[in-house]
Antibody, heavy 125, light 109 residues
Framework: HVQLVQSGAEVKQPGASVRVSCKAS????????IHWVRQAPGESLEWMGW????????KNSQKFQDRVSITRDTSASTVVLELSSLISKDTAVYYC??????????????????WGTGTTVTVTS | SYELTQPPSVSVSPGQTATITCSGD??????AYWYQQKSGQAPVLVIY???KRPSGISERLSGSTSGTVASLTISRAQVEDEGVYYC????????????FGGGTELTVL
């Protein structure tokens, strides 16, 4: 069955960068977009960006435009989120999520279906 | 930037019907999606493409849309329906950037 397993919790200092990985299994990795969503403590969900795992291109939220990088390693069926210049407000649970439809399906729409295990990132001095 | 607006909270008595709304200027042109999140858990998709229900989701949950407002209706509400419900859609730029509403906490009591 479809699974998205994320890397473990991270504690970072302000100004540092963090990498969170998301390993997919149970389906053809290169045919589904992967999204990243975060949730600060007690706050709403916040969409960060998506990557087309086949082509390697994607779109990020304009809020994170300069600080977020989303990449994929097709040989490892893994997507990596990197967030730089961390501040305390980046403390959150970070989720990867598979798109609801595959790239070859029609109609194609961007939304999240299967969610990852979540990774807690704490930014503290 | 594009925003989706939800009421912060909705209360309903067991067995009654609750409706959660989501307002956004692009909803006449973009699909709405609904997620349920329980404390400490990842969100779960409950409605997609405005009105469709994924397999395994209760038939008591239904989606609808009218103009700039998408709605999630929970019929015959049960305690198990409690949680925070988020609407989601994509923006108007054609870049398919996502946006969530602020979430609505549903209480069944």
């Amino acid at each position: 069955h479809v699974q998205l397993v994320q890397s473990g919790a991270e504690v970072k200092q302000p100004g540092a960068s963090v990498r969170v990985s998301c390993k997919a299994s149970g389906y053809n990795f290169s045919t589904y977009v992967i999204h990243w969503v975060r949730q600060a403590p007690g706050e709403s969900l916040e969409w960060m960006g998506w990557i087309n795992t086949g082509r390697g291109a994607g779109k990020n939220s304009q809020k994170f435009q300069d600080r977020v990088s989303i990449t994929r390693d097709t040989s490892a069926s893994t997507v990596v989120l990197e967030l730089s210049s961390l501040i305390s407000k980046d403390t959150a649970v970070y989720y990867c999520a598979r798109n609801g439809v595959g790239e070859n399906e029609r109609p194609f729409n961007y939304y999240m279906d299967v969610w990852g295990t979540g990774t807690t990132v704490t930014v503290t001095s | 930037s594009y925003e989706l607006t939800q009421p912060p909270s909705v209360s309903v008595s067991p067995g009654q019907t609750a409706t959660i709304t989501c307002s956004g200027d692009e909803l006449p042109r973009k699909y709405a999606y609904w997620y349920q999140q329980k404390s400490g858990q990842a969100p779960v998709l409950v409605i997609y493409d405005d009105i469709k229900r994924p397999s395994g989701i209760s038939e008591r949950l239904s989606g609808s849309t009218s103009g700039t407002v998408a709605s999630l209706t929970i019929s015959r509400a049960q305690v198990e329906d409690e949680g925070v419900y988020y609407c989601y859609s994509t923006d108007y730029t054609g870049n398919h950037r996502g946006v969530f509403g602020g979430g609505t906490e549903l209480t069944v009591l």
